[in-house]
């Protein structure tokens, strides 16, 4: 059953366009992420199946209700956390809560079992008011309030942004129990490395959908065979690798560098023994598997 | 020869120890990655060294000027530029360069000079005349760095400079850093980007105040007996006592 029916959707601001001809299927109790930078078109997508902004072009369905016909219907049984905090800072925690229990006409005992994981770590500032939590807290608070109702489908723009990477996970196995309520989960995150823990990803850029899939299934695609380059003088044999007449690519990849060659037969041998001509006596040479920054990097390599 | 030099430098915030004496040197032309989780202090700190707040006590020059009693040498010698305020939105390319060249008191012919230079080498040149708040994320980015180091700091300070930027852009970025260290230029920068941190020469990694690690990437992998900068921070962050 598809949760999320989004098809040939357009918006644009003006002459900028931010979201091209999008069409996504979403199923129920999936975890999909909308993976791509800042200015990939993934608010202003939220925003839409959010039914706060209607696009130019194209339809979208939200569990069945249309989003232009039934957006009061789709925004009970939706819970949405924008990028930005958006509580009321003047309210305590608890009073916070309340208030996005009561405009959904429900109580918090009704559905704390949902959220009673993250709550309590809240708990101890409960009388606290919004404003004055630090970023983590607040984070997690927004969250409950997303989730009070108990929606069928939740959407979270960017949660992990600017968020350290033990946060990060913290977060993210969070969400893997929220699934675990048969909660359909769209989140987006400019993150390519948070891609595994999603069942399928899109990965976006200027406003496009570049690729749809599980994360195993867009690696498997990858359309060349890639290797890897280690050295001591990390950024030298980048620039040195990039003069090789045979290179189709090489990006710096943390402590080694990610390489192709412009035709899949070359051989690696061949490219030790120029680096090595080059100076770099300790270079090692191996195959390696895609990741999917590897896949999103390639996508419009061409035109780069 | 030592640009920064820090010693049991501390900061409380009423009863709060933001900075907890902490102590390190980073060397000219340097890149020294600045990490930790939220909350550890990395802001604090780096706000102190860059001349805009006072310790509560312990030591730290930049630059060579002590950062007490000589706050604004302090901040002609340096360049910073975070990822939330980086340039003026509505104003065109030229006119923010011409803006913060000025303030640094750059002449009208170093201004010219390095304008025409700039824009050639982030091959903008054609974007003179446009508004900065119509640049991608990428290429804001891209040109903030570049101003924040048109003077020709000793010292330039990032504070997480590739946030939701592409990766393709991400990586030009860091192609500028190392041109930069490479002119002489130390960068202290701040990332949640793991793979990042192993660009840098050495990283410390901050937890609740204070400096628990600092060497090079390859040395802390080693300590923690790893294969991942990510793990060595996991190790590390997890352990922390205090949130943001």
């Known amino acids: 059953m598809n949760s999320v029916q989004i098809s040939h959707i357009t918006k644009s601001y ?32 939220f925003r839409m199946l959010t039914t706060l902004l209607l696009p130019d072009k194209g339809d979208a369905t ?41 405009v959904f006409k429900t109580t918090i005992q009704e559905n704390y079992d949902l959220i009673h994981d993250i709550y309590v770590q809240l708990e101890p500032f409960s009388k606290r008011r919004a404003g004055k939590l630090s970023g983590g807290m607040k984070q997690k608070l927004a969250l409950c309030c997303a989730l009070i109702h108990r929606p069928r489908v939740l959407f979270l723009d960017e949660p992990t942004t600017g968020v350290d990477p033990v946060s990060r996970k913290e977060f993210w196995d969070i969400l893997s129990r929220i699934k675990e309520q048969n909660i359909t989960i769209i989140v987006s995150t400019p993150y390519m490395d948070e891609a595994s823990r999603c069942d399928r990803i899109a990965l976006m850029r200027n406003g496009s959908c570049l690729r749809t899939d599980t994360p195993e299934q867009i690696c498997a695609s990858f359309p060349h065979k890639l290797w890897s380059l280690k050295g001591k003088e990390l950024y030298q044999l980048l620039l040195d690798a990039r003069e090789y007449p045979q290179t189709y690519s090489c990006h710096a990849f943390g402590d080694c560098h990610h390489f192709i060659f412009k035709e899949e037969n070359d051989k690696a041998d061949d490219l030790a023994a120029y680096l090595r001509m080059k100076g770099h006596e300790d270079v090692l040479i191996e195959r390696l598997e895609p990741s999917v920054e590897d896949c999103f990097m390639d996508f419009g390599e061409d035109d780069q | 020869m030592n640009v920064i030099e820090v010693r049991e430098l501390t900061k409380k915030f009423g009863d709060f120890t933001a900075v907890d004496k902490i102590s390190f040197e980073v060397k000219e032309g340097e890149i020294f990655g600045f990490l930790g989780a939220n909350g550890a202090g990395k802001t604090t700190a780096m706000r102190i060294l860059c001349g805009l707040s006072k310790p509560t006590s312990g030591e730290a020059k930049v630059a060579g000027y002590d950062i007490y009693k000589q706050a604004e040498p302090v901040k002609q010698h340096i360049g910073y530029m975070s990822q939330k305020f980086s340039l003026y939105g509505n104003l065109k390319v030229w006119e923010n360069i011409r803006l913060f060249g000025g303030i640094y008191g750059l002449s009208d012919k170093q201004l010219k000079e390095k304008t025409d230079r700039m824009l050639a ?104 007996n790893t294969t991942t900068m990510n793990d060595v921070f996991y190790s590390l962050a997890r352990k922390a006592g205090r949130g943001e």
């Open chain 2, 121 to 224: 080498v982030l091959h903008m040149e054609d974007k003179r005349d446009t508004l900065v708040d119509s640049l991608p994320l990428g290429w804001k980015q891209k040109l903030a760095f570049s101003v924040a180091i048109l003077h020709d700091p000793r010292i330039v300070f990032l504070d997480e400079p590739t946030g939701g930027v592409d990766p393709v852009t991400r990586r030009q970025f860091w192609e500028l850093i190392y041109q930069a260290a490479r002119r002489g230029i130390t960068v202290f920068v701040t990332t949640h980007y793991m793979d990042e941190a192993e660009y840098c020469d050495r990283v410390s990694i901050m937890v609740d105040g204070r400096v628990d690690a600092l060497d090079s990437p390859s040395a802390l992998k080693k300590q923690f």
């Open chain 1, 62 to 102: 939200v569990c069945g209700l249309d989003m232009r016909k039934d957006w009061r219907q789709i925004r009970t049984i939706s819970g949405y956390m924008p990028g930005r905090f958006s509580l009321y800072q003047d309210l305590s925690v608890e009073e916070n809560l309340e208030f996005f229990a009561t």
């Open chain 1, 14 to 45: 003006g002459n900028v366009t931010a979201v091209r001809d999008i069409s996504l299927s979403i199923n129920s109790g999936e975890l999909f992420a909308l993976i791509g930078p800042d200015g990939a078109g993934k608010t202003t997508l």
